[in-house]
T-cell receptor, first 113, second 112 residues
């Protein structure tokens, strides 16, 4: 079966801009969770959506937001980009919930200049 | 808050068993222990998870200490494809109010 697809794979943005990342989960998976990965902080949880509702969120500022559509596809938006937002953004889908036998996409590498 | 501690790196030889430790001395009773691994340029891959009892699957075994303050991921026969960063992660709480605690990961090198 098709895996988790994240688009785009690479992105370069300027400080102050906003960006939208997309995640298509495995068919049938209603849970989509997002993570930020940096060399300094490692993996950090951003939020989880389940059946179009945000079920939980990590400790990130309000500039980070997301949504989930009726087909379970999810988008993540970061507004007013800062240099520190440069990271690998990963999404994962699962049947039961964040990190429970979840499948990850390859990530979107965001560089803010 | 719970915290997980893993060695930065470990080395193994091909076809030998590997024991990857994780310390989580402040784990709470409802925290599940999850292990994922990440190969270069890829997203993490699910390995195994458990709560109290030892767990086995086709990829690995998870041994959980009786007091649950530590756990060990066991790869029974390491292969070159097992070279990756292994993350120990706690998922705590129930329902929608869970907390995720990530380890920094252990870089496993497998020598041929």
């Amino acid at each position: 079966k098709a895996g988790v697809t994240q688009t785009p794979r690479y992105l370069i943005k300027t400080r102050g801009q906003q960006v939208t990342l997309s995640c298509s989960p495995i068919s049938g998976h209603r849970s989509v969770s997002w993570y930020q990965q940096t060399p300094g902080q490692g993996l950090q949880f951003l939020f989880e959506y389940f059946s179009e509702t945000q079920r939980n969120k990590g400790n990130f500022p309000g500039r980070f937001s997301g949504r989930q559509f009726s087909n379970s596809r999810s988008e993540m938006n970061v507004s007013t980009l800062e240099l520190g937002d440069s990271a690998l953004y990963l999404c994962a889908s699962s049947l039961q919930g964040a990190l429970t036998e979840a499948f990850f996409g390859q990530g979107t590498r965001l560089t803010v200049v | 808050d719970a915290k997980t501690t893993q060695p930065n790196s470990m080395e193994s030889n091909e076809e030998e068993p590997v024991h990857l430790p994780c310390n989580h001395s402040t784990i709470s009773g409802t925290d599940y222990i999850h292990w994922y691994r990440q190969l270069p340029s890829q997203g993490p891959e699910y390995v195994i998870h458990g709560l109290t009892s030892n767990v086995n699957n086709r990829m690995a075994s998870l041994a959980i200490a009786e007091d649950r303050k530590s756990s060990t991921l066991i790869l029974h026969r390491a292969t070159l494809r097992d070279a990756a960063v292994y993350y120990c992660i706690l998922r705590g709480g129930g329902g929608s109010n869970y907390k995720l605690t990530f380890g920094k990961g252990t870089l496993l090198t497998v020598n041929p």
